[in-house]
């Protein structure tokens, strides 16, 4: 019986225009829930390289040309970066013999990992 019933059901769906208005509403339902869907756990992806211009010219501000020749070399590679990570990041107030404490922390928080 219930293998009846779903093929009069595929059938009008698939082969008339009765369940055409039904049809579009449900894509569209579809289409907006995907959408929704995305939207909310979308991944966007950054490449370091803009990520660390970014981070630089957000620095220029406010760092003197000491700590702007250091900073260059921490974000010269992957390596460099973990480095200062792992020397300078661990430490709940992170001290740098070249960069202001506060410089020390916003660059502990924006370096990528």
Known sequence: M???IAAGIYYLYNNT???DEQKTEAQKQFQAMEQKVKTIASTQITRVDNQLDDIRANFRKR???AEL???ELITSSRKTISDFKDNFCTA???VH???STENTRALCDLLPD
């Open 2 to 4: 219930l293998g009846l």
């Open 63 to 65: 760092m003197n040309e």
């Open 92 to 94: 709940s107030v992170p």
């Open 69 to 71: 020749a250091e900073l």
């Open 97 to 99: 013999p070249v960069f």
């Open 17 to 19: 225009s009765i369940l």
